[in-house]
């Protein structure tokens, strides 16, 4: 009987790092990958999570600035939509293939000023600025004042 535990969780997402290399990923799949590494109940929490997720385009958000108008009664999408930016920021631009340009920056600052403050200040965080030297020079060189104000902002909020 498989149940998720912390490196159950570990070893799923490296398991499903190396299949979405593969560029030709299908949700059953992932759900069936799931399944075996975290147990029915977590895999079906998650394929509902990812469902949330492929409701928004983090590729228009980032590279076209569409802005989605998300439901704040709706925190799930929220936190899928804000979990699918971070994530295709931090693994799509700043490629060699795909810089980080400045359009890349401010659409995703736009993204941030469009959520309650809340779901902005974690996603803010979750950028984790420290690990991510190049997307931290990014972002002061090409919209400094808004990462100023957010970084000044989160120093507030967070009592760092």
Request: hydrophobic share 40%; net charge positive.
């Amino acid at each position: 009987m498989t149940f998720p535990t912390p490196r159950s969780w570990q070893h799923f997402g490296n398991s499903l790092h190396s299949y979405a290399k593969s560029g030709n990923v299908k949700l059953s799949t992932v759900t069936q990958l799931a399944t075996t590494v975290v147990g029915k109940a977590a895999a079906m929490q998650f394929e509902a999570f990812m469902q949330l997720a492929n409701k928004v385009s983090a590729e228009d958000i980032i590279e076209k600035g569409k802005i989605p108008t998300l439901d704040p009664r709706d925190p799930g999408l929220m936190w899928a939509a804000c979990g699918a930016v971070v994530t295709y920021f931090l693994t799509k631009c700043g490629t060699p293939s795909n810089k980080i340009k400045e359009a890349h920056v401010k659409n995703f600052f736009a993204f941030l000023k469009a959520l309650p403050t809340e779901f902005m200040t974690s996603t803010f965080k979750d950028m984790n600025w420290m690990k991510n030297k190049s997307h931290y020079e990014a972002c002061k060189k090409h919209d400094f004042d808004n990462f100023s104000k957010l970084s000044i902002n989160l120093k507030d909020v967070l009592g760092a």
